[in-house]
């Protein structure tokens, strides 16, 4: 009689792209496989005999939410499924929000509603005919070099001045929780 077995029912890799896991696939016969997702790397669909496969992230995973998908192998009339799960890329509950923003005549000014998961964030401000060229992985690593890193504080007061009248800014945050993992980055516009 044919034999199918797979080494694992359950296979979880983080939400950072390119991370990988092998899969173990024995039969007596030859296998195929079906399913997966866009952002699934499987390196083979077929084979024969034991074999071992490689799963891999094909890119990162933006969102607060898990990302899953099934694959199926079939050997003649055996099946076994495996759930493939992304971890989430956004931490819930992880934002720093500017509230009561304020328009000045050269500059910007505004505090913050903390979620519950923040320990520190991150701001910056831009031109928003300027930095709506950007895509969001452009502006996440200006922020990273370029922005004000501050834990959170319920008084806390942030002012931008110095800049130009009657111009439209993007005031840009992003918090991050205790391991320095994200949330999602909040952008507000605003003319002085």
Not at 1 to 14: G, K
Not at 19 to 43: N, R, V
Not at 140 to 160: A, E, H, M, Q
Request: with cysteine.
């Amino acid at each position: 009689p044919n034999v199918l077995t797979v080494n694992l029912s359950e296979v979880i890799l983080t939400a950072e792209e390119n991370d990988d896991q092998e899969l173990t696939i024995a039969s007596t016969a030859p296998w195929t496989l079906a399913g997966g997702a866009d952002w699934l790397h499987i390196s083979a669909t077929s084979g024969t005999g034991s074999s071992t496969i490689k799963l891999a992230t094909k890119r990162s995973n933006p969102s607060s939410d898990e990302r899953s998908t099934t694959i199926t192998i079939t050997s003649g009339e055996l099946t076994c499924e495996v759930l493939v799960k992304q971890e989430p890329g956004k931490v819930v509950n992880c934002t720093a929000e500017p509230t009561n923003i304020v328009a000045l005549s050269d500059g910007i000014a505004h505090n913050y509603k903390f979620g519950s998961q923040v320990s520190f964030y991150i701001s910056t401000l831009g031109k928003k005919s300027t930095y709506d060229c950007y895509t969001n992985d452009e502006i996440y690593n200006i922020l990273l070099t370029k922005g004000d890193r501050k834990t959170p504080d319920g008084s806390y007061v942030s002012v931008w001045d110095g800049l130009e009248p009657q111009t439209e800014y993007n005031v840009y945050t992003i918090a991050f929780d205790k391991n320095g993992k994200p949330g999602d980055m909040i952008v507000n516009t605003i003319k002085t």
